[in-house]
């Protein structure tokens, strides 16, 4: 079955950087659609950056912040994260969905780790 495990949370201060992991099996990782969603306390889930065979697009939160990419031949994507601020603080989800065009908010989600921003 889908498994995704992340990793690479914790707490960072305003201006750093953190890279999270996740690491897919269970099906064939180039032909899902790899994606970070994040939720904040008392907050809706929403998507932070998606990436479907070299094409990514990002939430306007993050943009030229946060950069998301897949090693294939690791079945691992991920989600390096710079400047980041306080209202990045959240549970990080990893997705994944089967071809370029699923529903957001479609597919498998791994158990989420937390990242937490603050001096």
């Known amino acids: 079955q889908v498994q995704l495990v992340e990793s690479g949370g914790g707490l960072v201060q305003p201006g750093g950087s953190l890279k999270l992991s996740c690491v897919a099996s269970g099906f064939t990782f180039t032909s899902y659609r790899m994606s970070w969603y994040r939720q904040a306390p008392g907050k809706e889930r929403e998507m932070v950056a998606a990436e479907r065979s070299g094409f990514t697009n990002y939430a306007d939160s993050v943009k030229g912040r946060f950069t998301i990419y897949r090693d294939n031949a690791k079945n691992t994507v991920y989600l390096q994260m710079n400047s980041l601020k306080p209202e990045d603080t959240a549970v990080y989800y990893c997705?994944?969905?089967?071809?370029?065009?699923?529903?957001?908010?479609?597919?498998?989600w791994g158990q989420g780790t937390q990242v937490t921003v603050s001096s």
């Open positions: 997705n994944a969905a089967y071809g370029a065009y699923a529903p957001p908010f479609s597919g498998a």
